[in-house]
Every structure is written in structure tokens, then in C-alpha cells.
């Protein structure tokens, strides 16, 4: 059981760091972002699950994820189509 713990903190750590390596792409920011919040809401279900706790939480978790997933692609769309890119170096064209 403490292995899927620290598979989950591995996970994070994994999206962390390529969020700060990928730092020039909207998505692939996006994704890593993402990564993040999945190895959040693992570690959670795990941790609710040895408590024998109901999963309601974990399920409202997932809910806001998705909707902050469904923002952040929306934006990306809407600057690709304004711009043509997903670069950081042309957001100070949205100024």
C-alpha cells in the first residue's frame, strides 16, 4: 500500500518537473498539469481508501479537474487560433 503512495508522489514529481522543463508550450504544459492533478487525485483515493471512507470527495476532486481541464484547453484552442501557436514568447502579443 505504501508502494502506490510513493508511486503517486513519484508521478507528481515527474509532472513537475516536466512542467518546469516544458515551459515554452501551452499544451504541454497543459498535460503536465494534468499529470499532476491524476497522481493528486491516485494518491487520494488510496489514502480515502484505507480509511474506509466513501469516495464522495475524491469524486468532486475529479469533477473540479476536469473542469479546469476543459478551461485550459478551451484558452489553448482560442490562442491557436488567434496567434497560430502555442508559444510563450508570443503571449505578450495578447497585452
Known amino acids: 500500500m505504501l508502494m502506490y503512495i510513493y508511486t503517486g508522489i513519484l ?6 518537473i ?12 497543459l498535460l503536465s498539469m494534468e499529470l499532476m492533478v ?3 487525485f491516485f494518491v487520494m483515493f488510496i ?6 471512507n466513501d469516495y ?3 469524486m468532486i476532486f475529479l469533477t ?5 481541464g476543459a478551461l485550459g484547453l478551451s484558452i489553448l484552442v482560442s490562442m ?4 497560430g ?3 510563450f514568447q508570443s503571449f505578450n502579443l495578447l497585452w
Open 64 to 68: 473540479f479537474s476536469v473542469c479546469e
Open 38 to 40: 491524476l497522481s493528486l
Open 11 to 16: 508521478m507528481f514529481f515527474c509532472g513537475l
Open 18 to 29: 516536466m512542467f518546469s522543463l516544458k515551459r515554452k508550450h501551452l499544451l504541454l504544459m
Open 56 to 58: 464522495f470527495f475524491s
Open 80 to 83: 491557436i487560433r488567434t496567434h
Open 85 to 87: 501557436n502555442d508559444y
Open 47 to 52: 489514502y480515502l481508501g484505507t480509511l474506509d
